[in-house]
């Protein structure tokens, strides 16, 4: 019997046999009175370990599963709030954050939480350095230094040192991210796996990282009982948990890609939230009595890269003339209607210094010219990576449309979520098609990503979009930085902007538009609504009548 299978006996015969529905194909069961469950595109899911999870999806995972020492406010996105920490201060030349825990935490282990699970954390996401250790490698923490630099001062006061005197406002909404969560020691460091010290890994064991891929080990309001990559997450209430106790028993995300299967299930009662709903499916419920809408604002922005490792891609003629062979008109009042507004700058509307400009539209002729002054008056060929969902592979296929009447073959290569990612990460792709959402509420998040690039050579660190991309930007990446000290609000503001219009201008990047998320849900539910960020798409206060 696989891990999978065992973990469905555990959930109890009935419950057991409707998980086991859900994850099949074409098969659907009522939901249980006990248990939300909810239709969702979850194939970007690689791993859910908060020190290696990147994407959208286990962001909303990690969110419900983990907690960290700080969240954002999801009410006033200006805010930082406690989570794990009671209090805290920041010395007065900026360097050094003293937390004080809450009393009497437990993880859903039962295990206590102490400062040293905190310093624990940080450590392994250091050592570790998957996709996400930047964020916290950016403040000077380094394997060698990380155990010094992030400690335990005693068993409810864990100490943060940074390296440079950053806006405070940026630090604390760093913490937010994902790779900020706190990890049961005792659990995770029984579960570390010994492994042998090379160039590429430093450390003699995986810091449980093999075991987090699909195992748990925090303390948030639910706990993971198991996933099954492109079938299920499941998701049971933390009897532990130090908060609001969550409404049901349980959650399980059912993987469903098609946002008319989504619907249709929705209609039928076979599931009790639809997530990646589609302009005219969302339209399609709106007049039913039994079902209600809802959306929210996302910092999530969608675009196109264009690899600069491709000779053509990398002509600054070609790179413009993508820009003007995009129909924005036509996705905006189509694709994206309903669940996205056009935006081309790579600050979504509601951060610091967010700009609105969109200068760009649809010509052939404009794009055409500078297809000539590239030498390429003919067009030439190219690969886009797509994953296989929408509204990216319509946005795909709009553009190769537009892109042929220039001279431009674009061959799209579909792919789940896991797939496209890996082959993007990799820096293997010519185009990929994608979207960035913060990793906390601040400008730098999407900033740095997408002006930053310390190192461009294939074996860089600090993976950023700009260096997937491929992007050589040195006096960028010094201004995205020197943003971070800038304590004056209005002068930091100024600097993104000036970012933006150059992202706009030279930038390898097509920005299409800003999300709207947007879900149907069954009228049986209270308590259900869309935070600013997917990790604020909370799932514990949900009930069902």
Known sequence: MNAFNRSLRLLGTSAALSVMMLSAPQAFAATPADTLVVG???DDIISLDPGEAFE?????????????????????????VGQLAESWKISDDGLTYTFKLKPNLK?????????????YSFERAVKLDKSPAFLLTQFGLKGDNVAEKAKAADASTFVLTVDKPYAPSFVLNVLTATVASVVDKKVVAAKAKPVTVTAEAKWDNDFG?????????????????????????????????????????RVIYRYMKESASQRLALENGDIDIARNLEPNDLKAISSKSTLAQTSAPKGTVYYI?????????AKPEVVEAFKYLMDYDAIGATLINGIGKIHQTFLPEGQLGASSENPYKLDVAKAKELL?????KDGFKVTMDVRNTQPVTGIAEAYQQTLAQAGVKLEIIPGDGKQT???????QHDMYIGQWGSDYFDPNSNAETFTANPDNSDAGKVKTLAWRNAWDVPELTKQTQAALLEKDSAKRAEIYQKLQKEVLAKGPFVIIFQQVEVAGYSAKLKGFKLGPSFDTNFVYNISKE
């Open 305 to 313: 890269g264009l690899n600069q490792k491709n000779p053509n891609l």
């Open 56 to 80: 959208l999806s286990t962001a909303e995972v990690t969110a419900n599963t983990y907690e960290k020492l700080v969240t954002l406010d999801p009410n006033d996105t200006s805010k930082v």
């Open 372 to 376: 000539a002054k590239a030498g390429l």
């Open 209 to 249: 990282n093999e075991f987090l891929k699909t195992g748990y080990a925090g303390s948030g309001p639910f706990k993971v009982l198991t996933w099954k990559a492109n079938e299920a997450v499941v998701l049971e209430a933390n009897p532990n948990f130090q908060g609001e106790k969550p409404k049901l028993k």
């Open 421 to 427: 990612l890996t082959k993007y990460r990799a820096r």
């Open 40 to 42: 969702f595109a979850i």
């Open 107 to 119: 993880f859903a282990s039962g295990n206590p939480i102490t400062a040293e699970d905190v310093a």
